[in-house]
């Protein structure tokens, strides 16, 4: 019998029968995986702390016929304060739906797993940091470690410096920054010819520039220690929004109901 380690987050869980639960983890070692819990939902059952939903935890599995099964089970995390308020529960469910669509099966992405760990810790323990901007953060920069980090350091076509241009704007479709002038110019040359193809452009502050770049290049664990200003705040959560969600294509249910009890 052919038994692996793992750790990994548990984002989705689906019950089947009476008693036994789907769980899909993003793991360190394997990417997002599908392990059956067979009875893991009875009160009985050793397995029960570990393999709830949100719960980091290290797992011995055995492989049958192409599907995981429990052999041991621990707890490492279970991000407890996440179940004392429903706007983090709801942030929660919808950034564990965002690690399972990254997580790629049989592919160990550890720092999707480190972000998606980062933020839960903090959605979970931290008062201190707007679960706005804990959400925006986890979308820049998911989007920037799954392949899509925006091109913030000039303007895309004259190279003229953030700090030169009088205004600044991110190009969402071609992960790229425009000044003002080239801005004009890009989209004459798109009037000119009109392929269908869709264009977004967003207009960045400076401060919300500053803390697109601080979200994109501070080390794993500091990712969330910025501040910006209540004001900003709104704005910037929709570029990041917008940002993550052209780039995978389509929205969540996680997000809409987030978004619904706000
Ligand atoms: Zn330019």
Redesign the pocket.
């Known amino acids: 019998m052919e038994l692996t380690s793992v750790r990994g987050l548990i984002v989705r869980e689906t019950p089947v029968g009476e008693y036994d639960k789907l769980l899909t983890v993003v793991t360190e070692e394997m990417g997002r995986i599908t392990v059956s819990g067979k009875a893991i939902r009875s009160l009985k059952s050793k397995h029960m702390p570990a393999t709830q939903l949100f719960c980091y935890s290290s797992f011995t599995l055995r492989k049958s016929r192409g599907y995981y099964y429990i052999s041991d089970s621990a707890l490492i995390e279970s991000f407890y304060g996440l179940r004392l308020d429903l706007d983090r529960l709801a942030l929660a469910s919808y950034l564990c739906d965002v690690a399972a669509e990254m997580a790629v099966e049989g592919v160990g992405d550890e720092d999707l797993l480190r972000l998606t760990l980062n933020a839960l810790y903090a959605l979970a323990n931290n008062k201190e940091i707007p679960i706005a901007q804990i959400k925006a953060a986890f979308e820049l920069r998911c989007a920037a470690i799954e392949g899509f980090l925006p091109n913030l350091s000039a303007?895309d076509?004259?190279g003229?410096a953030p700090n030169e241009?009088e205004r600044l704007y991110l190009d969402v479709m071609n992960g790229r920054l425009?000044?003002k002038?080239?801005l004009r110019n890009v989209k004459h040359t798109e009037d000119l010819i009109d392929d269908g193809t869709a264009h977004i452009y967003l207009r960045l502050t400076r401060a919300i520039y500053e803390a697109m770049r601080y979200v994109t290049e501070a080390p794993p664990n500091r990712f969330l220690s910025f501040q910006l200003a209540a004001d900003e705040l709104p704005q910037f959560g929709s570029v990041c929004e917008k940002y993550l969600l052209n780039h995978i294509e389509h929205g969540f249910y996680t997000l809409d109901f987030y978004k619904s009890i706000l």
């Open positions: 303007c076509v004259c003229c241009a425009l000044c002038n080239c």
